[in-house]
């Protein structure tokens, strides 16, 4: 959806960032639509956001460590995980290097590795591939293609329709907070409300096609 469809609302609302005025957010089966963040993550729902704020002066694995920690029992286990999250999205050889050292990309990895530690089942996406070229995104969507085909669930709000085009199985499309459609990417690549409200005119050249 455009700018201010109400995108990342709905994910504040679906991970206890906001509370919703009505409604209900189920997490495997269980109404948990008023539960706090860390409640939520530790039910399952993992989180990353457009506006990245690492800490700093830290490793990345310190930083990966910090989402472990909503599960893990010990340090120990905190650590193994770390190492593991880092492990499922290549950043295992800059594990020591201070987050402040990275690029847009590694950073956005490393959050990625960082919601990839509380170990959930649904991972929530917010602008994974802003600020990346081509050729960085291509290597981000690669890894979130593993993730999904491990069997975890992935619902990223993302701009760069090429992109997800080839990537998500199901489109969602927000306009002023309403869901104006639901269905495969070529579906909804070509429907006249969507070109309408966010794809524009070259995308409508591509639908008359």
């Given at each position: 959806?455009?700018?201010?469809?109400?995108?990342?609302?709905?994910?504040?609302?679906?991970?206890?960032?906001?509370?919703?005025?009505?409604?209900?957010?189920?997490?495997?089966?269980?109404?948990m639509a008023r539960s706090k963040p860390h409640v939520l993550c530790?039910?399952?729902?993992?989180?990353?956001?457009?506006?990245?704020?690492?800490?700093?002066?830290?490793?990345?694995?310190?930083?990966?460590?910090?989402?472990?920690?909503?599960?893990?029992?010990?340090?120990?286990?905190?650590?193994?995980?770390?190492?593991?999250?880092?492990?499922?999205?290549?950043?295992?050889?800059?594990?020591?290097?201070?987050?402040?050292?990275?690029?847009?990309?590694?950073?956005?990895?490393?959050?990625?590795?960082?919601?990839?530690?509380?170990?959930?089942?649904?991972?929530?996406?917010?602008?994974?591939?802003?600020?990346?070229?081509?050729?960085?995104?291509?290597?981000?969507?690669?890894?979130?293609?593993?993730?999904?085909?491990?069997?975890?669930?992935?619902?990223?709000?993302?701009?760069?329709?090429?992109?997800?085009?080839?990537?998500?199985?199901?489109?969602?499309?927000?306009?002023?907070?309403?869901?104006?459609?639901?269905?495969?990417?070529?579906?909804?690549?070509?429907?006249?409300?969507?070109?309408?409200?966010?794809?524009?005119?070259?995308?409508?050249?591509?639908?008359?096609?």
């Amino acid at each position: 959806g455009p700018n201010g469809a109400g995108k990342t609302t709905l994910f504040n609302l679906l991970n206890g960032f906001q509370t919703p005025t009505s409604g209900q957010v189920f997490v495997n089966g269980k109404d948990m639509a008023r539960s706090k963040p860390h409640v939520l993550c530790r039910a399952g729902v993992g989180r990353t956001f457009q506006i990245m704020r690492p800490f700093t002066r830290m490793s990345v694995r310190d930083n990966v460590r910090t989402g472990a920690y909503v599960r893990a029992g010990s340090e120990a286990e905190a650590a193994e995980v770390a190492d593991d999250a880092l492990r499922q999205v290549g950043l295992s050889a800059i594990a020591e290097q201070l987050a402040g050292e990275l690029t847009t990309k590694e950073l956005r990895l490393m959050e990625l590795a960082r919601a990839l530690a509380g170990k959930p089942h649904t991972l929530l996406l917010d602008e994974t591939l802003a600020g990346l070229g081509r050729d960085e995104a291509a290597e981000v969507v690669a890894v979130i293609r593993r993730l999904s085909a491990s069997g975890m669930t992935v619902a990223i709000i993302e701009h760069t329709m090429q992109a997800m085009v080839q990537l998500v199985d199901r489109f969602l499309v927000l306009d002023h907070g309403q869901v104006i459609m639901e269905g495969a990417p070529e579906e909804v690549t070509k429907n006249p409300h969507v070109i309408e409200a966010y794809l524009g005119k070259k995308w409508s050249a591509h639908a008359e096609d």
